[in-house]
């Protein structure tokens, strides 16, 4: 039950251009007279076309999802990936039945996930080739099952008290009393995620202008792996909660990296961070927490660098331009779900650094923003 009242006294901070100008523009949009002959001037009516599309996806943009969740799950990416398939053939793969299958693959095919090549014969469409590609994505798909548990009811979880537990924050469990099983399933989602946030980071900073670098919030070191490859004379390690370092080694076994990087439990709240590095890195780390903890830690770290020493924050942004919806839509949410931390623009991240005593900050431009951001402090 809404209780806004109709009418608002204006809050001195808007111009009073500005509000006379929005209140003017969308009573235009929302006129079924205007949206009537606006799809028939040349001219403007492919934007009035374009606008109407994106309305209906953002209406039935849960439903695509779901699509792209059930292809997943039965293996339909990847059963188009080894060639074209007819919808029996999806149906003998997946278990579904063949009017499912051919429902599920023209859905693909709808949002470009999958292409008919010839009647009744898929492929992967491109967007499909792009994901099917992507393990990282591909594991966020899955884990995103999760997410939509919490958001079932949007409205209650709003409602709700932020220390009651939701699917996403029994996940993120993050203690040091967390069970290894635990820290493993986040563990192994982030680091099978890792790939695509490394490849913004490593071609954003020049890591290798640094000789030790100290991955905190490293997880299993899937970042601290990539580093080290791509920079040989760096010195790397990790620091994370003691029951995620137990379970680092088993990947960096499987990664042919242990040895190659040292690691270092303890919880960066409370414990000293491990000082003598000249490189500091917290890659997808501080949105996972409110404002004072982000300062206690930027400060921690600080402390910790050696003098003339990079802090460096990688994660997606907020109100990153053409990405906005990713910030505080997406990660507004799921952040929220989790019960701890939001998204942050470039510029909120500079204002914590200087409020934790660094004297300059810069953003390093990422290729794929919706992945990630690079902001660095110095000083
Ligand atoms: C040559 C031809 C045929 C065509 C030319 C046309 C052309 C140029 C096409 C472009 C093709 C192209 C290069 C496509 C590239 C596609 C890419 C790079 C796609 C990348 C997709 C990435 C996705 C979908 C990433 C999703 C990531 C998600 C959902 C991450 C979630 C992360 C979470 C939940 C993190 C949690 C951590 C916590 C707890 C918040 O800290
Ligand atoms: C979202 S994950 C990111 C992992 C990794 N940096 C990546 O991007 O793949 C956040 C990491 O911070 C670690 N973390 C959370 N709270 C911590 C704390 N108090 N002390 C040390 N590590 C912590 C978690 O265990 C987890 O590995």
Redesign the pocket.
């Known amino acids: 039950m809404s209780t806004i009242p109709d009418q608002l006294d204006p809050p001195s901070a808007v111009a009073p251009w500005r509000r006379r100008w929005t209140a003017w523009r969308n009573g235009v949009l929302a006129s079924p007279r205007f949206q009537f002959w606006a799809a028939r001037l040349p001219g403007i009516a492919m934007v009035s076309r374009h606008r109407a599309a994106q309305a209906f996806d953002l209406v039935a943009g849960f439903c695509y999802s779901q699509v792209l969740m059930a292809a997943v799950q039965v293996g339909l990416l990847d059963l188009l990936r080894r060639g074209p398939c007819s919808a029996d053939d999806v149906a003998l793969a997946s278990g579904l039945s063949p009017q499912a299958a051919l429902r599920l693959v023209r859905a693909a095919a709808a949002l470009d996930l999958a292409e008919e090549v010839a009647p009744g014969w898929w492929m992967l469409g ?1 967007q499909g080739a ?2 099917q590609a ?1 393990p ?2 591909i594991a ?1 798909v899955r ?1 995103h099952a999760l997410l939509y548990a919490d958001l079932a009811d949007p409205v209650a979880l709003l409602l709700r008290d932020r220390a009651a537990p939701t699917a996403l924050s029994s996940f ?1 469990h993050y203690a040091q009393d967390a069970s290894e099983h635990e820290a493993a399933s986040y563990s192994a989602l ?1 680091a099978a ?1 890792q790939a ?1 946030v490394a490849q913004q980071a490593l071609a954003a900073y020049p890591f290798a202008r640094h000789r030790r670098l100290l991955d905190l919030g490293g997880g299993h070191g899937a970042f601290a792996s990539a580093v080290a490859k791509a920079c040989p004379a760096l010195e790397v390690a990790v620091f994370d909660l003691p029951p995620v370092v137990a379970g680092a080694g088993a990947w960096l076994d499987a990664a042919a990296m242990r040895g190659r990087i040292a690691l270092h439990g303890g919880d960066f709240f409370r414990d000293p961070i491990p000082p003598g590095h000249d490189c500091i890195t917290l890659v ?2 501080l ?2 927490h409110d404002d004072d903890a982000c300062l206690a830690l930027l400060r921690a770290a600080r402390q910790a660098l050696v003098s003339g020493g990079r802090l460096v924050v990688a994660e ?1 942004m907020a109100k990153t331009p053409g990405a906005a919806a990713m910030g505080d839509a997406y ?1 507004g949410f ?2 929220w779900a ?1 019960n701890a931390g939001r998204p942050r623009s470039a510029a909120e991240y500079g204002a914590l650094l200087k409020k934790a005593g660094f004297a300059g900050w810069r953003r390093h431009r990422t290729a ?1 923003p ?2 990630a951001s690079v902001v660095v402090a110095f000083g």
Request: net charge neutral; aromatic share 16%; no cysteine.
């Open positions: 491109q792009a994901l992507n990282g994505a966020m884990h993120w982030m995620s695509m997808r780390v949105h996972d997606p990660f799921y952040l989790m794929y919706v992945v």
